[in-house]
């Protein structure tokens, strides 16, 4: 054997046991056992010892030991999986060495699969409805959540449907919740400083103030009304209490407005004193309950059967605890913030109120099949839940007694368009758990009653809106396990168990969603209901919604509702907005590694297809571009007699411009009414698919000094507008809007079914580069790159501007830029993005689709306000607001109607 | 599977006087066991004795020893094996007996046999213990 051989043996035999004997002569040694028990060479001393019987014994017991190592230990040249025993073996561990065993069941127990939800939680929070999404969505990272994107089912027309049709769920917990408390008026005060009353109703509305209505508005950054948009938010007020000037105001926004929002908030109230959150929240002590009623302590009784487990409960807790509300948080965070001097308090209650929402024309039904109002309970028994000391108080009773009656009426609607919008109902309602239906039902409206009117002001009370309530029902929710034990106790299998448990009444609020609310066709289409609880019940509510029959929906299909109802979704369609710039970068930088993933000979050439951004839409570009095409051309077309006058206003804008730094775009939005509605006219509104002409009132027409009036206010602004393609295709976002020439229209009427121009390919100047970088990286890196200027100023301007900030290290940005290119994509700076085609672009699409609604393809983008003005100047009444699109990808261009809806 | 076959069988040395196992050695054990066969079966016996046949293990203190045969011819050596009467070893004839206890297909299911057989030897805290480490 050679002497690796005689290595490797050695180890194999290690644990086997070897012979014990003694050798003949004291020279010669022989192999000598692991025995434990030392032999002495002395032959003669182990004779003597060995007619003890101590000595026997203890033979006996190193023999066990040795005989045990043997068998426990198996040979050594087996890997460690190999050790297992073959029954908890992996077929993976063989694959990867490294990777070792651990037992599913134990992983899986109850307390350590907490422990683990918790740790995975720690990055980005998770609703509580995420282990049922997690089971069914394509869940994606956003916004510091886990949220659930698109179904793993094929599902999209159905729920498509079921928003048209029937009733849609979403989880819409991450939408962030900032309570306000104070006094009315400096409330109100704090808070017109971030809206402006031209821009349509405030945070003041009458009847949102009153508490009976939901309010929408557009924040801006205090005091810079037009310039700084921040986003928008919905906000709620709490109804009056009689007497008292005190009042509590909800803020709802998007988690990604919410970090811009609350300093806004927290220097307009002059909140910078942060509460500390109390040490230990108040747990109500269950025991004490259980004491005052013993029929409903079923812990007390041991039953036979029950697990032993179950009564040691109190020696032992549960060694993970759940977490609810948001899990990134440190406990010290300070959530609240109190002013000092106007005595207004903030507080952050993100993830406290699970809000849940409903859309579509059935989901009254839904909520009416689903909610119970609370049953009333024995008013002499006294404890430490809510409810029974809400019982005691008569005008609370009474209350509640009127907000059922209503909740009953919504039976008998229709439609839950049929509502005013934003309407709030307050309620308290059973345990949902406990109506169950055994299977999946559909839940079928049933009309009795044509129209509802308002919800009362005293109805919108819920007591929802006090803390104190809301933690006393998160903490005394009954637990799963525990409701299923008392379902099992129930005489007959399957029937409603009563009396219903204390514990299960739960204060809600419900507020209604308007629908489409722009344009002529489908109003109120998508309109709903949401759900507001307090947190810890959402998967008790959860479930009984699913089993009423109602399709999920995830982040895709809340883009495609906002979509249908053409309303803008934020932050993807607020790119004015701090929240929406940083969502076009994220956009920008996942499209393009998108991109790169691709080989370079599979990838699109957007050179070659004239495409100067495909990943992201320069809108500040575009804006600056079109306001001096405008500027231009409506210098040359001036007759000489209009001019001076034209010249004079022309120099003074032009000497604001100059002294002004180059001012950021802006959006129109819905809030300009007047502006809006005089630019919908000129675009002459008609139905989808550009059929029929919709009625227009009474409004001056389209000439150059309305437009130049107009411009004068709205140079560098954006507009919404909503595109129908008149023939096929299917627009994609980030397609361009470009304007059609003379013949393109012309032909346009001669023939319907023409497909529209074609673009003539472009030529890749910098793929010889690319190919000449290869070749030589030395040379290239030092050769300096001169970008082409196809049209002289905004190229120029920009570079400029660009030169200012890389001065200092000219040489290198150029070596940098040539090293940056990517094949088939415009480096920096960008050409001229307007006219860079043989079609000038005016503005780009954020969202496209296939309608379902419409039967052909629709997209909501902006154009530039002066680019679509001079565009509807040029173009015969017939034609006016058609305009070409041209996806990405395609050298096609496909006719387009547009149309602003107002 | 393809591999040689053998059979182990567990054998305990019974001597009058307990001190004499100490005397013992594997080899005195081998030839013991070789004389004996010789005896019985012959030339056949033998020679079937000289392939594969050894000692695997031997406890001078408690007498345990493990022998391993050829699977072919086990049964035909075993027979043997209680014509032995005496082992000489270091100039002394032993008499003794060989007492089989276990016939095992492997040298594991042995160690695993001797292993319980023992653990009855000992004292019931001993034995205690050890259910512990129960395999």
Known sequence: ????????????????????????????????????????????????????????????????????????????????????????????????????????????????????????????????????????????KKWGYCLGDRPTYKCYRACYRAMSSHCLLQDLSYYCCIELQGDEDKLLAALSQLTSKEAGPTFAAALCLSGRRQGSVMVYRAGRYPSQPLGPVTFLWRPRTQGSAHRQL?????????????????????????????????????????????????????????????SRKDATGPPAKKILGDGTRLPSTPVSWRSSSNGIVINDLTMEIVRYRLIGPQSHSVLVDTLEAATGCDKSQTCSLWWPQHCSDEAKMTLHQQQADIFNILKGIYSTAELPSGTVLGLTVDDPRLTLPRKRVKALPCVKQLMLEGVPEPCCQSFIWEQSVRDNVTDNKISEQELNRMRSEVLVPGS??????????????????????????????????????????????????????????????????SQNKAAPH??????????????????????????????PAKRTNYIKHGCVAPFRCPWQQLAEEWEIIVREGSSQTRTTAQADAVTEERTSQQAISITKPPSRFTVLRCMNRKALKLLSAWCRPTTSKGQRPCRVGELPPISCEAMTSFLSAHAMS????????????????????CVPTPEDLKALGNRQGTGGPQEPPHRDHFKSRIKHRKKDPKKAATSSVTPNK?????????????????????????????????????????????SHCSRVTVGWVTQGDFSMSAGCGEALGFVSVAGLLNTLLNQTSEHKGKLLLRNPTSLHYRFAKINIEV | MVRLKSRYLLCEVNVSDRSQLLLLDDRAIMVAVKAAVART??????????????????NAHTGIVFLRFPKRCYKLLWSALPFITSIETRGQKIPCFLNCLHVGVKLR???????????????PKTNKQLKKHEV
């Not at chain 1, 993807?572 to 790169?596: N, T």
């Not at chain 1, 507009?719 to 980030?734: A, D, F, T």
């Not at chain 2, 079966?41 to 031997?58: E, N, P, Q, T, W």
């Open chain 1, 718 to 737: 954006l507009v919404w507008v909503h595109v129908s393609l008149l023939s096929k295709g299917k627009p994609e976002y980030h397609a361009m809007l």
């Open chain 1, 570 to 599: 934020f932050p993807r369609d607020y790119p004015d907005c701090p929240a929406g710039m940083r969502f076009q970068e994220e956009q920008e930088a996942e499209l393009l590694d998108k991109f790169k993933r691709h080989p």
């Open chain 2, 109 to 123: 299911v042995c160690t695993k046999a001797q292993y319980k057989g023992n653990t009855n030897y000992l004292q």
């Open chain 1, 250 to 310: 909800w803020i709802w926004a998007h988690p990604t407005l919410k970090q811009d929002l609350l300093p806004e908030l927290q220097t307009v109230c002059q909140c910078c004193e942060a509460v500390l959150p109390p040490a230990a929240p108040v747990v109500v002590n269950l025991t004490l309950e259980a004491e005052s009623e013993p029929e409903n302590t079923p812990e007390a009784k041991p039953v036979p059967g029950t697990k032993r487990k179950r």
């Open chain 1, 1 to 140: 054997m050679s002497a690796a051989k005689v290595k490797m043996r050695e180890k194999k035999m290690r644990n086997q046991p070897a012979s014990v004997q003694y050798p003949s002569s004291s020279s010669n040694v022989e192999r000598v056992g692991n025995t434990g028990y030392n032999p002495v060479n002395d032959f003669h001393l182990h004779l003597y010892l060995a007619h003890s019987a101590g000595a026997f014994a203890r033979a006996r017991a190193a023999e066990v030991s040795a005989m045990l190592k043997a068998v426990r230990k198996t040979t050594s040249s087996s890997r460690v999986f190999e050790a297992l025993p073959k029954h908890m073996r992996r077929r993976a561990m063989s694959h990867n060495t490294k990777r070792t065993w651990d037992i599913r069941k134990a992983r899986r127990r109850h307390g350590n699969l907490l422990l683990e939800f918790n740790r995975r939680q720690r990055k980005n929070i998770w609703l509580e409805t995420h282990i049922w999404h997690a089971k069914r969505f394509h869940m994606v």
């Open chain 2, 41 to 58: 079966h012959g030339d056949y016996g033998a020679a079937m004795c000289s392939i594969r046949f050894c000692v695997k293990y031997l």
């Open chain 1, 790 to 834: 196809p049209d002289g100023k905004k190229t120029d301007l920009i570079f400029a501007s660009d030169l200012d900030t890389n001065t200092s290290k000219d040489p290198k940005s150029f070596s940098e830029s040539s090293s940056d290119l990517v094949l088939g994509l415009w480096p920096d700076p960008l050409p001229s993005v307007a």
């Open chain 1, 496 to 561: 409603r168990l009563s009396p219903t448990p204390l514990q299960g009444r739960v204060p809600i609020l419900l507020v209604h969603q308007p629908g489409k609310q722009v344009g002529h066709e489908m109003s109120s289409w998508g309109a709903g209901w949401d759900l507001l609880l307090p947190k810890g019940w959402g998967m008790a509510f959860w479930i009984p919604l699913v089993y009423r029959g109602v399709r999920i929906g995830g982040l895709n299909m809340s883009r495609k509702h």
